[in-house]
């Protein structure tokens, strides 16, 4: 078993559903002949042929249709946008058609498609290329919202994304496509949607993260360790729906939150979740909850892009600040 990157974990699960299941169907703009912007379709064409691996016209609307239609008919399309900012023709057939034909038909119907999402910023890309918008899409019901943080994970819960009936969100964070490996056995082994990992377990303070910011988060954790703190690392992975009880049971044993994420701060999807800590864990909170985030503005581009994100030492300052209070 060799250790594989995020990305070639995608492309190994996309392989292994396309293998076990001939319903799977993988499109999008460039994803057969050249096997994707990024490469996560690569030799998937070549294997399992045009007729299952192919390429649409350069036309998000015509993309997510295209996928709707063929979720909605019994097939479980996987369909890519190249880009993040590219999502936004897609949200009609997905926020008015996909995320409700379960409860448009009273079950009868259900819509099986997972719509993979290049997603944030740190890889000095143009505008519409680098945008954090899974906040989103976390406010549609009916809608499944994923984002994964390694290798291994990326791997388990694609596969678990492909298997749910009804759709999925499958947001990837693009700059730590290629930053690490891990082995990553290709069983077809899923990981559970609508958990929360607990990556790193703490007694003081509860920093809860998804996507490329896991890495800094654990940075943090490692750099307040040496200062004596012990941090408790939450990937909360499936952000709806959302495991709160694993939050909130932490929550219950350090009395402190910070919460990161790159996406803009106001009504970023951090909000809801210290929306959530102040209903219903107000009495286990010593100090207000920290969130560490980006700003309200677009990606700026080029040069302050990692400005943007939030960085160990912001991660750091936020939790002193909530241990001090």
């Known amino acids: 078993m060799a250790a594989i990157t995020l990305i070639e974990a995608i492309t190994q ?5 396309m293998t076990r299941d001939p319903r799977v169907l993988v499109l999008g703009e460039d994803v057969g002949v050249n096997g994707g912007v990024f490469r996560a379709t690569a030799g998937l064409q070549q294997h399992f042929g045009p007729d299952r691996v192919f390429d649409t016209p350069l036309d998000e609307t015509t993309i997510a249709g295209l996928t709707v239609g063929l979720a ?5 399309p996987v369909a890519e946008v190249q880009f993040d900012g590219f999502v936004y023709p897609m949200l009609d057939h997905i926020i008015s058609h996909a995320a409700r034909f379960r409860f448009r038909t009273r079950g009868r119907l259900t819509c099986p498609m997972v719509l993979r999402v290049p997603w944030g910023g740190g890889i000095r890309a143009p505008e519409h290329h680098s945008e954090a918008n899974e906040a989103m899409f976390t406010n549609v019901p009916g809608l ?10 990326a791997y388990g819960l694609l596969l678990a994304a492909i298997r749910d009936p009804d759709p999925v969100i499958y947001m990837e964070p693009k700059r730590i496509y290629r930053q ?12 559970p949607l609508d958990v929360c990992f607990v990556l790193r377990d703490g007694t003081d303070i509860t920093l809860v993260t998804w996507g490329a910011q896991v ?26 729906p959302l495991d709160f009880d694993t939050i909130a049971e932490s929550v219950a044993r350090t009395g402190r939150c910070v919460i990161v994420h790159e996406a803009p701060r106001t009504a970023g999807f951090g909000a809801e979740i210290a929306a959530r800590l ?3 864990s107000m009495y286990d909170l010593l100090a207000p909850v920290e969130r560490v985030t980006g700003y309200d503005t677009p990606m700026p581009l080029f040069r302050m892009e990692m400005k943007y994100l939030p960085s160990v030492d912001r991660i750091v300052a936020a939790a002193k600040r909530a241990l001090a209070a």
């Not at 909605?72 to 479980?76: I, K, N, T």
């Not at 499944?144 to 994970?153: E, F, N």
């Not at 690490?180 to 077809?188: C, I, L, N, Q, T």
């Open 13 to 17: 699960a996309l392989a292994h559903e």
């Open 72 to 76: 909605s008919q019994g097939m479980r």
């Open 144 to 153: 499944r919202v994923v984002l994964p943080s390694s290798p291994a994970r």
């Open 180 to 191: 690490y490996k891990e082995d990553v056995p290709d069983d077809g082994e899923a990981l």
């Open 215 to 240: 890495k800094e988060t654990l940075e943090a954790a490692d750099r307040l360790a040496a200062d004596g703190i012990s941090a408790e690392v939450i990937d909360v992975a499936t952000l709806k």
């Open 278 to 280: 102040a209903e219903h």
